[in-house]
């Protein structure tokens, strides 16, 4: 057994920078061997402030690295396809961050790339190391709440992305931006999803309009055994950062969120209030390193990764699906997208 | 100004049975002066328990009785039609239970006689003056969430009717029967509807099959500002009546609802745990008793009824094209119902 | 078994108004059958509300009326032992609002005429029949949380009351007239009370220096079985009006309380916020009720006085402990109290 | 500026561990450069997993390391005393777990130490460093609940100590050993103390007789400026670790703590029930982390320490006090400590 895995980090934006971190200092088995981004600021304050000595301009050197044993992916979308592939000639484990990529194409070339080279890949969707998740999960396992027939979950952003970031062209729009990571766990709760109907629109920023995607949205799903779902996005979630879970079952029910930031309640003539969750990094911070964690200890342990390349495309095709059905405006069978 | 409204309350199943109670105790200016019911047994406990003087078999009887001022109907669906007609004709004011009727025809007819006789008409949808709904559309009429941009609506019984009850010939089936109340609240919060999709299933209760319902239900919904709504619907609430509504708004959002019954928590080895609401009348009791106060306050003032019989094949309207969506797998816009 | 209790109600404050509403309509054996108060125009205005024949200005008038099986008695508390006492004598059951007195002599002298005439008597203490306070009893007797080792109570009035009610010569002071409700509950839960020892302080409100007596007080209780108890108590619970209890036990504990009154939660920018009980009506309205109810059975089954005039002198003597603690700073015996 | 702090860290038992992982990954400006541990195996199970490369069996020898800039003290408490002199001797910075020590005499000793050598020294009481009881603060301090007249404090463990460790020679008893946290609070949020008084027993543990300590204890406070507190204190939280802390004010209340460790909730027909915080480092961990972030950079900027040595040894006067009232029954002024 390797004593630690080298890590090379591509991507240093908000969410990238906050994974050298973790993966600097909350990663007992990890080192942060190299970095890498196109900005240079960004790339040079972050070697200072973790002491990284390997900063490569372009990530074909980073990938190249012989030092480097696992590449984590933290780029935008459009550039996972190209990484991976190289990073699976060069034989290097890969983490990517969700979604793996826009198009179904794209996601079939990257599948058939790792199972051509073998690399280990796993996928990101941090819900699912989040400890009230992962709690549902083994509750639901154990019967707790006999079998599902209903799963719902809202995700609430508490105000819009920037437009350039929330261009579907970038961002996939809202059914895959903000949806993958519910209806990625609809598929963990639930199972795979026969078709949805979508309903949305530009209900609190007019200005999306001009980008061509819309602000609000909800999802009926129904899912392969007959069971039910249904999932609500909104980008004006203006009171706070708010991700929430149920599932239904024929024995009782489990709510997985919380909306209170800090342990305290102010009791005033206004009312009793607590405040609220700022944004997902409060949020699933936790759940972060709990996935970096788990993606060395298998490279370590000799495990399968926990989220495979075929979750993310099983996630993207129900947002593709969600989002054809909201411009049909009709209901979208999976095997349709599937078959494209 | 008449000192006392004099009450003729026909029908007095479990419902009717707590309203003769309400009718009798709670609202100071009403009497209970005439109940009937087919029931014989269950009208003479009433008649002594609450000291009325008049019982009458046949409803026809009780409406013509000279003394009787209003008429409040608590009986099965099916029986509105004629006894709404019959007491508009003898001039009496009218409060009927939900659902008004199960067909748009009937509701039609029932519109007519009233518009005829002119006849005063309340319509009964108790969850409208619960203090947490009351209070939700005061904030949001003072512009407390901003403008509302989604409707969500949970409503969950602890177990199923009696097969005898749920039979959609007689309960209209689960959009309507449970249903009608959410897209009531749908009406009242957000305006008109424009369209529905629904999903739903036999998942908990396999003897529903027999009688051609289902158990579990999803309904998206359009409203006519483009606004979205969604409501789910279920009859395995197994831990509680669970009535939940949310609406988001473009500045913040509401919920309503609760589910601790006994203002007690218990904190032991296995949890922090507080009990549930075990059924519609332990939640919704107050408002039925308001409601009622109400009826009698419009009659005592001259004023219009709170809710109208427009209101009542308004719900109708939606909860049947909630029905067609869910038989034919299609979006069912509102038009395609009104135009039959 | 008589059909109904023919109630007389002396006075007709605040409280008291409402127990003539409770009496007329919300207990079914027991008719509000006459009225008695100093302040003429109260007593008319209620009568007429009510349909109440028989107005006394005179108490004793009505407690001669022979028509009258049940007195109640919700008047100033330096009044209650002339009443009681002559209301025994006249063979009348009898309901008293807390507190009994506000002297051991009167209390004793109270104790002896209801012994010598054997009259009916039975104390208010409504927070015993709260369904929270309730389901505690049951429950802690049930054993779960084993054997209790705390008691921990805290009431808090929303503002100070007026400085003629607050007057400790009539109220008998923060210790008496907040703290005799927990302090019967401490008895209640816990059983009898050894020692006490008090802090206080006039510090929200100074012009209660004026009249003698303090805004917030803490009281230690050691119980007889060597448990130990605390009760703070605040004029200044200016967010509301909060009353919890909480019992810790060797396997677990158990809080009686909340403080939202309406089932709604806002959630904007500012934090998300619920709404407080206002006052004591509404967090005991239905326990108010539940005692009078209690009461009329307990008289027409013959059965014992929930709480008897035996739990109206022992909750005295404790708050008199407490106040003769706080003004001679040092732990005060209960038998110190007794062989007064 | 010096880019990293060196520390030693003495003491390696269940916090010792957590507080070289803290120093190790959690404090960016931090080496975790020597530790010190009696246990050998303890020592060198650390130093392995953590890279550390100086291990000393003598303390002594790890604050002689001239490479070693700061010393931390996770001993026990009968040690701390030798340790704090030694270090200040040498000229090192010193962070010191609580309590400071078990004597006021050992306490002056220090200070005296500290004064004539004028190190660095802080002392930890890490609820101050909790987000929730810091937002308290600054809220108060910010008006939020008017001028704070009540506070109270409960603290319960989830279970009772060895009996080794609950030795009130080697722990200080409950008063100290629990209490401590709370009366540093109550300074924190109210000001210095007058008087206390104390009761408490052997209520749930009887083998805690054989030690000569109590299990349960209510310490009522009186502050300086005439304000009130309360503190209960219990081995037998059987439930959770709950350490919940109150403030009223006289505009306002603010409760801090909480007792839910995951973020789901469970539905199901025995109730709606959720987990509770399991132990301290549970509850507190981000505290003792943010603790010895905040020591590292208040030597690094040539900060006050945020918690002095006055401070342990003002808790330690107050829980010496509490501990002297229950032993005596009668309050008891801080003066009376002091003077000692």
């Not at 990530?59 to 190289?86: C, F, G, N, Q, R």
């Amino acid at each position: 057994m390797k004593p630690k895995i080298n890590i090379g980090l591509i991507g240093l934006g908000r969410l990238g920078r906050n994974y050298a971190d973790y993966i600097a200092y909350r990663i007992p088995r990890a080192n942060l061997s190299a970095i890498s981004d196109i900005a240079e600021t960004a790339m040079a304050s972050c070697a200072e402030a973790l002491n990284v000595s390997k900063c490569y301009k372009r990530y074909e050197d980073l990938i190249a690295d012989k030092e480097v044993d696992a590449i984590v992916i933290v780029t935008s979308t459009s550039t996972h396809k190209l990484m991976i592939i190289e990073a699976a000639k060069q034989g290097k484990a890969i983490f990517c961050e969700k979604p793996l990529t826009l198009s179904l194409q794209e996601g079939r070339a990257i599948e058939q790339a790792l199972a051509q080279t073998g690399a280990f890949f796993q996928m990101g969707f941090m819900r699912r190391f989040d400890r009230g998740y992962a709690a549902a999960k083994r509750k639901i396992g154990a019967g707790e709440i006999g079998a599902p027939v209903l799963f719902k979950a809202s995700s609430r952003d508490p105000y819009r992305p920037s437009l350039e970031y929330a261009d579907p062209k970038i961002s996939g729009g809202l059914f895959t931006d903000m949806g993958i990571h519910d209806f990625d766990l609809a598929r963990w709760f639930m199972g795979e999803v026969r078709s949805v109907y979508s309903t949305g629109g530009v209900l609190a920023y007019p200005e999306m309009k001009a980008i061509g995607d819309i602000d609000n949205g909800v999802t009926n799903i129904v899912f392969e055994n007959g069971t039910l779902g249904v999932v609500d996005l909104s980008r004006n979630g203006v009171y706070g950062y708010d991700i929430r879970t149920e599932i239904l079952g024929t024995a009782g029910a489990i709510k997985i969120g919380y909306l209170r930031e800090t342990p305290i309640l102010v009791m005033a003539k206004a009312g009793v209030a607590h405040d609220t969750v700022p944004y997902f990094m409060e949020r699933f911070g936790e759940a972060y390193v709990a996935q970096l964690r788990n993606f060395v200890e298998n490279l370590l342990n000799d495990q399968a990764p926990a989220i495979a390349c075929a979750d993310g495309i099983a996630a993207l095709e129900i947002s593709l699906a969600a989002k054809l059905s909201y411009e049909e405006n009709r209901p979208v069978a999976l095997n349709e997208i599937k078959s494209n």
